[in-house]
């Protein structure tokens, strides 16, 4: 997985493993996405909330909230306010929401998403943090694949409002194509270098390591490798340690991916090296205290 990405639709690689910058800030705030993240993370902290609860909690009907989150009704500058105070936003976020929020509610909904999909600068990396939006992509490969929100949902083990709003992000980055009938991984990263610290990378390597202790206690043997070794090094050839592990994961995946096979599943591979002994002198950053 990268330490950080860059999202360039343009450039086609073999994989949809790199990295990239730091995201940049979007220009304007974008309330459906706000919203949208906001019911994720509640679904997160209890897999039982609905989408029934949060329009209760925000005191308005399912049906129209639900509509605002698929993008077919805009976001009028009463509803913002209203949901701001509930969800906590501070005045000045609030009234940059109101700001750039559709002005009425009859607003064309091309002109609504155009607003929206400013916040792409800003999420190029944020968004994929959460590993389910790599899943989707190679999700789409494999045979018999159904581009419903509740097949790639049960799937993958999320909510439906996380395979929504995923799908949504995709759309938006153009990794993902809407065809007829169904969904088509349609971009790549581009490899540019970065920093392996940003907290969107930890974000996603936590979760990943957190799926490899689910399936060491879930999953038949028959479905999984997982081992390890312990081992003193001489660490001037960590570099090209590194270099090798990136080299066998992409040999790993060209082996496990051939162009004219069958694909059924989607398969996770993790790989941590990492040291036990502990320097005192540096910090998380690799900086002397």
Known sequence: MPESLQVRPRDVNKSHQSQSRSPEKSEHPDSRVFLQNSLIKKCQSNPRYSLRAFAKYLGTEPSFLSKILAGKRSVTPKFIERCGQ???????????????????????????????????????????????HFAILELTKIEGFRPEEKWIANKL???????????QRLVRLKLLKKKINTLVASGSFSTVGGPATSAAFRKLQIR???????????????????????????????????????????????????????????????ISLFPITKDPKKSLKGESK
């Open 208 to 270: 990943i390591l957190e799926q490899a202790i689910e399936a060491l206690q879930n999953t038949a043997i028959e479905d999984r490798d997982q081992s390890a070794i312990t081992m003193a090094i001489d660490k001037s050839k960590l570099p090209e340690a590194k270099l090798k592990i990136r080299e066998f994961r992409r040999s790993l995946c060209q082996f496990l991916q051939p162009k004219k096979a069958q694909k059924t599943h989607v398969f996770q591979l993790a």
């Open 157 to 167: 083990n999320i909510t439906v409002f996380e395979a929504r709003d995923a799908i």
């Open 86 to 132: 509930k969800l906590g936003l501070a005045p000045n976020e609030l009234k940059s929401f109101i700001e750039h929020s559709p002005k009425t509610t009859n607003t064309d909904r091309s002109q609504v998403l155009s607003a929206g999909y400013q916040t792409l600068t800003h999420d190029h990396f944020q968004i994929i943090s959460d590993w389910y």
